[in-house]
C-alpha cells in the first residue's frame, strides 16, 4: 500500500474524523469547565473575604445558617445586587440584597448613577435607598459598579379607620 493510498483510505478519513470531533469537544467541556471556575471562584472569594467585608461571620461559619431564600447548593450572584443600602462610605456602598446576602459595591469615577432620567453623584447616595446595581466582580468579592440606579420606594398601604 502507497502512502498516497494510505491517506485516502476509509480508515484514515475516520480517524482523522474522530480526532477532530473528540477535540471539538474537549474545547466545549474546557469552556463549561472556564465558565464554572470563574463562577466558583468569586463565591470562594466572598466566603474567604467575608470577615474583611463585613467585620464579623455567620455563627458556624460560611457553610451553615444561610439567609432564608439562599439554598445552599446555590452561588451568590457576582454581577450584580438589588435591595436597601445599609451603609454608605464611599467609594464602597454596603447594599443588603433582597436574597438576603450583604454585598459590598464599589463606586468608581466612571460608575453611571442614575435617579429617574437623572444622572446624580455618588455623594448623593444614602442609607435606606433601594437601589439596583449592575457590575462585575473583583478579587476582594467587591462588585465593581458599572451602573447603579436608584428606585423609588414600594409605598406602603396605610390601614382605613
Not at 116 to 133: E, N, W
Request: charged fraction near 20%; aromatic fraction near 10%; glycine fraction near 10%.
Amino acid at each position: 500500500m502507497s502512502t498516497k493510498d494510505f491517506f485516502e483510505s476509509k480508515i484514515f478519513q475516520r480517524v482523522i474524523w474522530g480526532i477532530g470531533i473528540f477535540i471539538i469537544a474537549l474545547v466545549i467541556f474546557q469552556a463549561g469547565v472556564f465558565i464554572g471556575y470563574k463562577r466558583a471562584s468569586f463565591s470562594f472569594r466572598y466566603g474567604d473575604n467575608y470577615y474583611s467585608t463585613f467585620g464579623s461571620g455567620p455563627m458556624g461559619g460560611m457553610m451553615r445558617n444561610f439567609p432564608p431564600g439562599l439554598p445552599p447548593d446555590d452561588f451568590p450572584a457576582g454581577h450584580g445586587v438589588s435591595g436597601k443600602i445599609i451603609k454608605v462610605s464611599l467609594p464602597t456602598v454596603l447594599v443588603a440584597g433582597d436574597d438576603g446576602v450583604e454585598k459590598s459595591v464599589l463606586v468608581a469615577s466612571s460608575t453611571l448613577i442614575r435617579e429617574f432620567r437623572q444622572m446624580i453623584s455618588p455623594a448623593d447616595l444614602k442609607v435606606d435607598d433601594t437601589v439596583v446595581v449592575i457590575g462585575s466582580p473583583n478579587a476582594q468579592s467587591q462588585i465593581e459598579a458599572k451602573l447603579i440606579r436608584i428606585i423609588p420606594a414600594m409605598p406602603t398601604a396605610t390601614p382605613q379607620k
